[in-house]
């Protein structure tokens, strides 16, 4: 079982760039970094995270010795940590649902990102989850999950999320990706429903058929069964075309 050890800032640049420094330095797997506000949160493609006080951000060293191919995997795993933890924090009806690749949604907003660079031998795991604040002029629904009707503090959720993550690597290191894709694909958008997907060199929607073995998004477009490895993904319509 992976034990976290935490380290608690007031405020960090990013809390991926702290651990990557920590992990360049040795840190074991488990090495944990937690900062009440980041003043230069990042996304993926340097996007930025916003990240005032009153949300969970946090960077794991993670040490798995897995081959570089398969490191896209932790992030599926991340994603379903995530949902679990939100969920047991949620009011009974509200869920987290999942997107391709790693996104959270609790009623139709996205309440987590995930961001895993490697460093060196390690991997780092960038989770930032939304316990109070959703930020304003996002270009698609945010939610927060106080705002959802759960209650929660900060070092709660990190605790639950940090649980479910330790269970999730437990399933992983024993049995592999298959039983993190089947778990994924359960509270994913459900096979038919139409994604949109924004490609580096164009945009192509269609619909949603499943996730490869490696991870890698299925998507039948008029131009046959699609294999997409990067993209953002739009969810266009959640209901089964002709379903
Ligand atoms: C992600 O990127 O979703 C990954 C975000 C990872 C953030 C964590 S916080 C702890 C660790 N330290 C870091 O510096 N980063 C990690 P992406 O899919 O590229 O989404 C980024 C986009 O989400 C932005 O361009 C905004 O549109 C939107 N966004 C920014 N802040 C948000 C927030 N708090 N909640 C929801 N959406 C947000």
């Keep these: 079982m992976t034990v976290f050890d935490v380290r608690h800032y007031d405020r960090l640049g990013s809390t991926n760039d702290e651990a990557r420094r920590l992990a360049d330095a040795g840190a074991p797997h488990g090495t944990a970094v937690h900062a009440d506000e980041q003043s230069s949160g990042r996304g993926r493609l340097s996007r930025r995270w916003f990240s005032p006080p009153g949300n969970l951000y946090l960077s794991i060293v993670l040490r798995l010795d897995l081959p570089p191919a398969r490191n896209v995997e932790l992030g599926f795993l991340a994603a379903l940590a995530v949902a679990d933890a939100v969920d047991a924090l949620l009011p ?5 649902t999942l997107k391709w690749p790693n996104d959270v949604l609790v009623r139709g907003g996205k309440i987590a990102g995930i961001l895993t660079e490697q ?5 780092i795991l960038g989770i930032g989850l939304n316990v109070l604040h959703a930020p304003a002029g996002v270009p698609y629904q945010v939610s927060t999950i106080v705002g959802c009707g759960g209650l929660a503090t900060v070092d709660g959720t ?33 096979p038919g429903s139409t994604l949109g ?17 490696d991870g890698a998004l299925l998507l039948d477009t008029p131009q046959g069964r699609g294999r997409i490895v ?3 993904v739009r969810l266009e319509a959640a209901v089964p075309v002709g379903g």
């Design 230 to 232: 990067a993209g953002d």
């Design 92 to 96: 009974r009806q509200v869920r987290a």
């Design 158 to 190: 990190r605790e639950k999320l940090l649980a479910a993550l330790a269970s999730w690597i437990d399933v992983w290191r024993q049995d592999g990706f298959a039983p993190i894709r089947t778990a994924w694909l359960v509270r994913a958008h459900p």
């Design 197 to 213: 997907v924004r490609l580096a060199d164009r945009f192509v929607t269609g619909q949603f058929v499943g996730i490869d073995t």
């Design 119 to 123: 460093a060196g031998e390690a991997m």
